[in-house]
């Protein structure tokens, strides 16, 4: 009974030794894959593009390509910026009858790119599988792109405007008086109020440039314009009021203005239209006539100088 167990464990051991064997024999005869070709097509990754794929094949056989794409890796936010290397990961994949070079698969010249302008960052991996790390072009942009046109001053006021650039996610202003620098501001808009920085009399311009995805457009420079200074008149601690080349406005204390609104000003009302200038005379809002003396302020319950009565609010009646 001995011998006959002995015997039988002995087939077992035989039989798992040449299983093992065999798989030895058969992993040793794998083809060796000594080099990668990739195609690549990164012709979706710009600046301001959200793709954050690229296509990857090959005419290799041996291995496939995990998903035939790449995965972005150092996208920062939403969208691709100016002055950024995309980074993306590649996942290959050896078949059952093929294995990588593992002494050779971390080195550079183990891979060849076509396609586009692609470059080797790093790899690891074992024979059956590699993750490949690969890099497009830089991004940049051309300030070009970005230049601003159409720059110009609304109406002869102190009301700088220009016309959109597509994408651009700011402007940055300076005004200038001759060559003297005033001051300098930032919007989201097409247009800039630089009137209560316009306190002197002169030739003022103003530099503008666009700014998108981490990149400046050229600064671009308006035509000078002359400009009376701005005289000022019954000033409180709420405010004063300023006379320009167009009219009465009134600056508030933190250098903001009314504009298509009602203020009381000193226990008055006021009207103040779209631009910010004082109104006079008839003036309709909310449906409602109102009626502003020469001084802008509101009659009330009086005749107006017209004849027609307006009452204790302001509103006229008949």
Known sequence: MKAKSFLKGMAVLMSIMAVSAFSAFAAGNKAEIGSVNLQIDS??????????????????????????????????????????????????????????????????????????????????????????????????????????????WRDESGVAEWSGVDNAEKYLVKLYRGSQFITSGETTGTSYDFRSAITQNGNYSYKIRAYAYGSYGDWVSSEELEMRASSSQGGTENGRWIL???????????????????????????????????????????????????????????????GYYVNQSGAWVA
Not at 90 to 111: R, W
Not at 131 to 141: S, Y
Not at 258 to 272: D, E, L, Q, R, V
């Open 244 to 306: 320009d080349a167009h009219g009465w406005w009134f600056l508030n204390p933190d250098r903001s203005y009314p504009a298509n609104t009602w203020k009381m000003i000193n226990g008055k009302w006021y009207y103040f239209n779209k631009s910010g200038y004082m109104k006079t005379g008839w003036v309709q809002t909310n449906g409602i006539w109102y009626y502003l003396g020469a001084d802008g302020a509101m009659l009330s319950n009086t005749r107006t100088p017209d």
């Open 43 to 152: 012709s979706d990754i710009e600046i301001g593009s959200a793709a954050k794929k690229i296509s990857v094949s090959s005419g290799d056989d041996g291995f496939t390509i995990q998903n035939d794409e790449g995965t972005a890796l150092n996208m920062q936010g939403n969208v691709w910026k100016s002055n950024t290397t995309p980074q993306f990961k590649v996942i290959l994949k050896a078949d059952s009858e093929h294995k990588f070079n593992t002494n050779s698969l971390k080195t550079a010249n183990f891979y060849k790119f076509s396609g586009a302008e692609v470059g080797f960052v790093k790899a690891t991996g074992t024979a059956n599988s590699i993750t490949l790390t690969i890099k497009t072009k830089k991004l940049k942009a051309n300030p070009g792109d970005l230049t601003v046109g159409d720059v110009s």
